[in-house]
C-alpha cells in the first residue's frame, strides 16, 4: 500500500532564507507527484507536477526533483518571503490504485 | 479559464442533522473528485466520477454519504445523517484526462463543523 511522509511536520525560517521540503513514498510505481499549496481554511493550490518521466520541474522561485528509485521528491524555496508561509502538500498519483495518495503536509511559516 | 467552484465555503450543523455540499468543474473536465481533510491530516478520496459515472467509491461511507453528478457536469455531495467525526474540509477536484495524469485543480472547498 502506498505511504506519503513529508518531513518535517513544520518548519519557521527568517524571511529570506532558501529552504528544502521532503517527501517520500514506498512505492516507486508512481504516474507523477504533485506539489501543493494551502492556506488556512481554503483549497489547495498546484504548485508544481512533475511526471515518472522527469527529474525536476521550475517555477519561479520553486523546485521539485523527483527521483523515483528512491522514492523521493524535494521542493526547494529560494529566497523565502512571508507570504511564502502555508502548509505544502505532495501527492503522489499512485500506479498500482490509480489514486492520488496525499501526505499530512509541511506547516511552513517565514517570520518576517 | 474559471476554476473549480464550490459552496458553499462554511456550513455549521448539528450532528444528526443533514448537509450537500455542491461543485462544478472546470468546463471540459471530465473526471471529478471528491476529498475529504481532516484537520492536520492530508486528503483522503471519497469519490472519483468519470462523466456521470462513478469509477471509485471504495472509501465512502455510503451508510451516511451520498453522491452525484448528473449530466455529467456539476456534483453534489450529502450526509444524512452527519456525525461528529464528518467534521472536515470537504475537496472538489476535477482532471481533464481520466487518468489524471494532466494534474489535478482543487477548489477552495467547504468546511463543514458538525457539533
Known amino acids: 500500500k502506498q505511504e506519503v511522509t513529508q518531513i518535517p511536520a513544520a518548519l519557521s525560517v527568517p524571511e529570506g532564507e532558501n529552504l528544502v521540503l521532503n517527501c517520500s513514498f514506498t512505492?516507486?510505481?508512481?504516474?507523477?507527484l504533485q506539489w501543493f499549496r494551502q492556506d488556512p481554511g481554503k483549497g489547495l493550490t498546484s504548485l508544481l507536477l512533475i511526471q515518472s518521466s522527469q527529474r525536476e520541474q521550475t517555477s519561479g522561485r520553486l523546485n521539485a526533483s523527483l527521483d523515483k528509485s528512491s522514492g523521493r521528491s524535494t521542493l526547494y524555496i529560494a529566497a523565502s518571503q512571508p507570504g511564502d508561509s502555508a502548509t505544502y502538500l505532495c501527492?503522489?498519483?499512485?500506479?498500482?490504485?490509480?489514486?492520488?495518495?496525499f501526505g499530512t503536509g509541511t506547516l511552513l511559516a517565514v517570520q518576517p | 479559464e474559471a476554476g473549480v467552484a464550490q459552496s458553499p465555503r462554511y456550513k455549521i450543523i448539528e450532528k444528526r442533522q443533514s448537509v450537500a455540499f455542491w461543485c462544478n468543474p472546470i468546463s471540459g473536465h471530465a473526471t471529478l473528485y471528491w476529498y475529504q481533510q481532516i484537520l492536520g491530516q492530508g486528503p483522503k478520496l471519497l469519490i472519483q466520477?468519470?462523466?456521470?459515472?462513478?469509477?471509485?467509491d471504495s472509501q465512502l461511507p455510503k451508510d451516511r454519504f451520498s453522491a452525484e453528478r448528473l449530466k455529467g457536469v456539476d456534483s453534489t455531495l450529502k450526509i444524512q445523517p452527519a456525525k461528529l467525526e464528518d467534521s472536515a474540509v470537504y475537496l472538489c477536484a476535477s482532471s481533464l484526462s481520466s487518468s489524471g495524469d494532466d494534474g489535478y485543480t482543487f477548489g477552495s472547498g467547504t468546511r463543514l463543523t458538525v457539533v
Open positions: 466520477f468519470q462523466n456521470n459515472g462513478v469509477v471509485d
Open positions: 512505492d516507486s510505481a508512481i504516474y507523477n
Open positions: 501527492a503522489v498519483k499512485d500506479g498500482a490504485t490509480n489514486k492520488l495518495i
